[in-house]
C-alpha cells in the first residue's frame, strides 16, 4: 500500500457516486492518484417497456447510457473526462464475476460508499468487503475527505504489523495523529479470579504496553498505545464509541484477526465498524 496509484469506486447512479468523486478528489490531494477506475454492475436482466422505449428514443444501448450518466458526473466534479479515468460496465448481474475481474484488475485500494438513510445498502458493501483481495474504504454519505486523526485497533496478531506500517504510513503522508487502540477484554479464563478484576486489567494493560514497545521499536513507529475496556459492548461498538469520542476521520483495521473465532475477524468487528448506522470511514487493509 505504499504507492496508492491505482484505485476503483463502485458506482450505483445514485448522488452517492459524486459524494464518492468528490471524497476522492479530496483524497487526491494527499495520495496523487494515477489511475481512477469506476465500475458499475447493471443488475437488470430483463429490460423493461419504458426503459426499451427510451433506449430507442435515444438510439442508445442500456451500457451507453448509464456510461452518459457516469461520465457526467465525472465530469461535473472534476471538470473534465481525464485520460487517467476509466469507466468500466459489467454488462450481467453476475456478482461472482465481478469480484474476480476486480480481483485480477489487482487495485491498490478500492472505495465504497455506505448510505446511512437508505435500508439494506449495507449488503453490497459487506459481500465486497469478504470478497475484495484489495484494500477498502468504506465511505458514509456524510464523510470528509481529511484526514487529520486516525484510529488504528490492534490484536498483536500476525495482521498487526502489517495495519500498523500502513497507518504510519498514511499518518505521515497526511500529517496527521496516529492512535493505536488495544481493546482490553477480560477472557474466561480469568473467570476464577473475578474479584480481583482491577489487578487483572493492570495486568493486562502491562502486557500489551509491552508487546507494543517492541513492534514499536521493530517498526519504528511512534506513538503511544491507547487500552480501553470492551466490557459489556462487542469490540467494534467499544472502538466505534471511542473513536467517535476522540474525533476520528479514519479508522484502518486488518481484514482478519488473532484466530477464526476472534471477534477481529470481518464477521464481527470489521462489519460492526462498516454497518450503515457508523458514520467514520474505514480502510480494512488486506
Known sequence: MKNLKKIALAADLTEMDEKLLHFIKGYDSLFDFEELHIIHQIEIEDLSEDLENLLKKKSKTLEELIRDEIESTVIEVFGSLKPSIHIYIQPKPDFSELVNWINNSQFDLFFLGKKKSLDGTGIFSSKMVRLLSCNLILVPETAKPVISKILTPIDFSSYTQRVLEVSELIAKNTKSEFIPLH???????????????????????????????KLKKKLNIDGNLLSIIAED????????????ELKVDLIIISKKGKSDDSDLLIGSVAENLIANDKNISVAIIK
Do not use: M
Request: net charge positive; no cysteine.
Open 183 to 213: 481493546v482490553l477484554k477480560i477472557g474466561i479464563h480469568y473467570f476464577p479470579f473475578f474479584g480481583n478484576e482491577k489487578k487483572i486489567q493492570k495486568s493486562l494493560q502491562k502486557e500489551a504496553d509491552s508487546k507494543f514497545e
Open 233 to 244: 459492548d462487542p469490540i467494534g461498538v467499544a472502538i466505534f464509541k471511542k473513536a467517535k
